[in-house]
């Protein structure tokens, strides 16, 4: 992300899952890692069976799963109860 326009010392929220995908989170650093390591985990796979990045809706699917385990099993999402947006 090379522009004019953004202010690097505020991209601490931002965070690149594959070449054309991004999310951006609120919430806790480490409760929102948790989930971006997960989708960039996801994205390599997908990558190495299909030579290609995945869809956006792979990856959501995939945080959202993550997200439902923690809510199902836990009976919560952590302490932060971060909230995330996958964008293209």
Do not use: W
Request: charged content about 20%; aromatic content about 10%.
């Amino acid at each position: 992300m090379q522009s004019t326009l953004i202010d690097d010392a505020t991209l601490d929220k931002v965070a690149n899952l594959t070449q054309g995908i991004g999310a951006v989170y609120s919430g806790l650093g480490p409760d929102s890692r948790v989930l971006v390591n997960k989708a960039r985990k996801s994205a390599q796979k997908y990558r190495a069976v299909y030579n290609e990045y995945p869809p956006t809706k792979i990856l959501v699917s995939e945080i959202a799963n993550v997200m439902q385990e923690f809510t199902q099993v836990y009976f919560f999402f952590g302490v932060g109860d971060p909230q995330m947006a996958v964008v293209c």
